[in-house]
C-alpha cells in the first residue's frame, strides 16, 4: 500500500474525496478517530458485516485510527462494494464511480431494477409453477434459503416484498424480494420500509394486464386490504387458501341466510376447487356487503367482477397458464398430423369442457345436498326454538300474571304508606316545631345560667378587691404614720450629727493647738536640758526668761465651756430601745461600756489662776503634780483601763541638733464664726464620727479592754 499513492486511489474524484475529508476532519489532524470514521462510513448504507471488513482491510495493523490514505482508501472499496463487486486492495487502482454517502444512507443506495434482472426475475418465477399467479412461502423458502442470508435478513426481506400480507408473493412482490436480496448480498443495509423505487415497481410482462385489472375489477383497493388482513387470520394452515370450514363462522357471522351463503359462495369458487384463494375471499366480502345493503346478488359474474388472477386472457387461455401451449399453433408441415393435431386439440378442449362441467354438476350436487342438510338443520332448529318460544310465552303469561298481582298489590300498599307518610309528615313537622322551640327556650336558659354565673363571679370579684382596696388603705396608713416618725428620726439625727460633727472640729482644732504647745514644751525641755548638761548658766537664765503661751483653749477654757451645752439631754430613744431585737447582740448582762475611763477627766478645767514657781529647776516637766502647778487642772490622772499587753519601751530622746527650731506663738483659738464653717466642712466631705480614723488621738482606746460586741455568745442569739 506504500506505493499506491492518493491520485491513484481517489482519481478523477479527487476533490470529493477531499471534500469527505474535510467533512470528518475539519482540524486537519494526522489521524481519524475509530468512532468518527465507523459514524461517517454508515451514511453509505451497508451493513455491518461489510463495514467491518473494510476497516480491517484499512487498518490491519489494528492501530484502532485512520490517516488520510487509509480514509481514501475505505472510500474506494465502499465505492466497490456499492458497485455491484468485493471490495480488495488489488482494485484500489481502478476506476469507479465515486462512493454514495448521505446522512440518509437509504438514499444512497440505488433500489431500481435493471432490464436484465427484471427479466431474469420474471423467468424464475414462472419456473417455480405458480398458482393463480401467486407461490406460496413453501415454495419459495427454498430458493430464499439458497442466497445464504441469515434467517432473520430473510424474514425481513419476505415482509417487505410480501405487501398485501396474503402469504404469497405475486409476479411483482417475487421480482421485489429478489432485488432485496441481491442488495443484501452485496452488503447493503436492508431499509426499515419499501423504497418508493420498489413500490413503485411493474414487471415487464404484466404491466398492461396489471392496469386493466385494477381498473375493472369491481372490488376496491381498500376493500382487498381489509379482506386480505382477514384472510391471514383465517388461513391457519398458511398454504393460501381457505376451505368452508375456515370461513363458516366468518359468513354466519353476517346474519345473512344459508341459502344466500351457498350462492355467493358458487360465485365465488371459479374453479369449484371448494377452496377460495385472497381474491375470491374479497369477493365473496364484497358480496356480503351487497347483500347486507339490500341490494341483489347477480346470478351469474360479470367481467369487472372476476378476479384478477382468474381472467382469461384474449387468446383464450387462462392468466396463470404456462406458454406450453404455444408449440402447439406452429405448423408441422404435414397436413395429416396438423389435421390430427386440430382434432387432438379438440379433443383436449372437449375433455376439459367436459370434465369442468361434471365438476361443476358435482359441485353443484354437493352444494344442492348440503343446501338439503341446510334447511333440515334450520328446519330442527326452528322447531325446537319454537318450541322453546312456546315454553318461554307460557312462563312469560304465568310471571306477567304474577306481576300484574303483585303490582295490584303493590299500588294498594302504595297507597296506604302514602297516606300513612302525609300523617307521619305532619306529626313530623309538629314534633320538628316542638323541638326546635324547646331547643330555643334550653338556649336561652342556658345564657341565663352563663349570664347569672357570669354576674354573681363579678360581684365576687369586686367585693373582693373591695377588701384588698381596704387592707391596702389600712396598710397605707400604718405606712404613712411610719415614715411621718422616720422622718422626724431622721431630722432628729441628722441635727444631733450636725452639732457632733462641730464638737468634734473644735475638738481637732484644740488638739492641735495643744499638739504645738507640746512641741515647744519639749523644745524648752530640751534646750534645758543641754544647758543643764553642759553647765551653761548663761543659757538657763535666757531659758527662764521665756515663757510659751497658754492655747487659747486652755486660757478661754470657762468662756469656752459656756458655749457648750448638752446637746444630748433628750434620749430620742428614750421611748424605745432600737437594739432590743439586735439578734447578733451578747445576752450577757455586762455592757462593753459600764466603765468610763473618763469620769475622772476634764479637759477643760480651768487653770490659768495657777502660779508658776520662781525656781525653774524645782519641777519635772514630766512630773504630773508638776505639771498641774504649772497651769494644768490638779485633778487627778484618769484612770487607764488595764492593759493585757507589755508596757511600750520609753520615748526616745530628741535628736540633738545645732540648729533649734525657734519658738513661735501660738495661734489664736478659732472664733465661733470659724468653728460653724469648719463643722460645714466636715458635714460636706461626709466625716464619720465614729471611724477609727478619726478618733481622738489623746483618747484611750475603750475598744481594746471591753467586752464591746461580744460575739461569744453569737450562737445563744
Known amino acids: 500500500m506504500d506505493s499506491i499513492t492518493l491520485e491513484d486511489i481517489a482519481g478523477e474524484h479527487r476533490l470529493l474525496y477531499e471534500k469527505f475529508h474535510s467533512e470528518i476532519n475539519p482540524k486537519n489532524s494526522e489521524i481519524i478517530q475509530a468512532l468518527d470514521a465507523a459514524n461517517f462510513m454508515r451514511k453509505s448504507g451497508l451493513n455491518q458485516l461489510t463495514l467491518k471488513i473494510i476497516w480491517d482491510l484499512c487498518d490491519p495493523n489494528q492501530l484502532g485510527h485512520l490517516d488520510k490514505k487509509s480514509f481514501f482508501a475505505s472510500l474506494k472499496l465502499i465505492s466497490m462494494v456499492q458497485n455491484g463487486k468485493q471490495p480488495s486492495y488489488s482494485d484500489l487502482k481502478s476506476s469507479l464511480p465515486p462512493p454514495t454517502i448521505n446522512d440518509d444512507f437509504f438514499k444512497s443506495i440505488d433500489w431500481k431494477i435493471s432490464k436484465e434482472n427484471d427479466q431474469k426475475f420474471v423467468n424464475i418465477f414462472y419456473s417455480m409453477s405458480p398458482v393463480d399467479g401467486k407461490l406460496s412461502g413453501v415454495n419459495v423458502k427454498p430458493f430464499l434459503m439458497s442466497s445464504k442470508l441469515s434467517l432473520e435478513s430473510l424474514t425481513r426481506i ?136 339490500g341490494e341483489e346478488l347477480p346470478d351469474d359474474l360479470l367481467p369487472n367482477m372476476v378476479p384478477p388472477s382468474l381472467r382469461v386472457n384474449a387468446d383464450g387461455s387462462s392468466t396463470n397458464s404456462e406458454n406450453d401451449e404455444k408449440t402447439s399453433t406452429s405448423s408441422t408441415g404435414n397436413k395429416e398430423f396438423d389435421i390430427l393435431n386440430e382434432e387432438i386439440k379438440k379433443l383436449h378442449l372437449e375433455k376439459s369442457k367436459f370434465e369442468t362441467e361434471v365438476v361443476a354438476d358435482e359441485a353443484s350436487l354437493r352444494l344442492k345436498q348440503s343446501e338439503i342438510q341446510n334447511v333440515q338443520n334450520e328446519i330442527e332448529t326452528l322447531t325446537q326454538m319454537l318450541k322453546q318460544l312456546e315454553n318461554q310465552k307460557n312462563d312469560a303469561t304465568k310471571r306477567i300474571d304474577d306481576l300484574s298481582l303483585q303490582l295490584r298489590n303493590f299500588e294498594n300498599n302504595l297507597h296506604e304508606i302514602a297516606s300513612k307518610l302525609k300523617n307521619e309528615s305532619k306529626k313530623a313537622c309538629l314534633t320538628i316545631d316542638r323541638l326546635i322551640e324547646y331547643n330555643h327556650v334550653e338556649n336561652l336558659n342556658r345564657e341565663y345560667n352563663d349570664q347569672k354565673n357570669s354576674i354573681s363571679g363579678t360581684e365576687n370579684d369586686i367585693n373582693a378587691k373591695k377588701n384588698e382596696f381596704e387592707i391596702l388603705k389600712d396598710e397605707e396608713k400604718v405606712l404613712e404614720e411610719k415614715f411621718k416618725n422616720a422622718k422626724n428620726d431622721c431630722e432628729q439625727i441628722s441635727k444631733i450629727a450636725a452639732d457632733t460633727q462641730l464638737e468634734i472640729s473644735q475638738i481637732k482644732t484644740n488638739t492641735m493647738e495643744l499638739d504645738e504647745y507640746e512641741r515647744q514644751f519639749n523644745e524648752l525641755v530640751y534646750d534645758y536640758d543641754n544647758a543643764i548638761s553642759n553647765a551653761d548658766y548663761a543659757k538657763i537664765i535666757s531659758l527662764l526668761s521665756y515663757d510659751i503661751p497658754l492655747p487659747p483653749s486652755l486660757s478661754n477654757e470657762d468662756v469656752q465651756l459656756e458655749d457648750f451645752k448638752d446637746e444630748f439631754q433628750s434620749d430620742p430613744f428614750d421611748g424605745e430601745d432600737p437594739f432590743k431585737d439586735d439578734v447578733f447582740g451578747s445576752k450577757a448582762k455586762d455592757q462593753g461600756f459600764a466603765t468610763d475611763n473618763f469620769a475622772n477627766f476634764d479637759a477643760f478645767t480651768n487653770s490659768s489662776n495657777s502660779k508658776v514657781t520662781d525656781d525653774p529647776f524645782g519641777f519635772s516637766p514630766f512630773d504630773s503634780n508638776q505639771l498641774g502647778s504649772n497651769g494644768r487642772s490638779e485633778s487627778p490622772t484618769p484612770a487607764l483601763p488595764p492593759k493585757k499587753s507589755k508596757a511600750p519601751p520609753p520615748r526616745p530622746a530628741p535628736p540633738k541638733s545645732t540648729n533649734k527650731t525657734p519658738l513661735r506663738a501660738a495661734p489664736p483659738p478659732p472664733s465661733k464664726d470659724a468653728a460653724s464653717n469648719h463643722a460645714a466642712a466636715f458635714n460636706e466631705t461626709n466625716f464619720d464620727p465614729f471611724n477609727d480614723q478619726n478618733r481622738d488621738p489623746f483618747g484611750s482606746d475603750t475598744f481594746a479592754t471591753q467586752n464591746f460586741a461580744n460575739f461569744a455568745d453569737f450562737n445563744n442569739a
Open 158 to 293: 419476505w415482509d417487505l416484498s410480501d405487501i398485501d400480507q396474503d402469504g404469497f408473493l405475486d409476479l411483482k412482490e417475487f421480482v421485489i424480494c429478489n432485488q432485496l436480496i441481491a442488495k443484501a448480498t452485496q452488503g447493503f443495509i436492508l431499509p426499515p420500509i419499501l423504497p418508493k423505487e420498489l413500490e413503485n415497481y411493474q414487471p415487464i410482462h404484466s404491466r398492461q394486464n396489471e392496469i386493466s385489472k385494477r381498473i375493472d375489477w369491481i372490488v376496491s383497493d381498500e376493500e382487498k386490504i381489509k379482506s386480505a388482513a382477514l384472510f391471514v387470520e383465517l388461513d391457519d394452515d398458511k398454504d393460501g387458501l381457505v376451505s368452508g370450514v375456515d370461513l363458516k363462522d366468518t359468513l354466519l357471522e353476517s346474519g345473512l341466510h344459508q341459502t344466500v351463503l351457498a350462492h355467493i359462495w358458487n360465485l365465488c369458487d371459479i374453479n369449484e376447487t371448494g377452496k377460495l384463494n385472497a381474491e375470491q375471499f374479497a369477493l365473496a366480502q364484497y358480496f356480503i356487503k351487497q347483500k347486507q345493503n
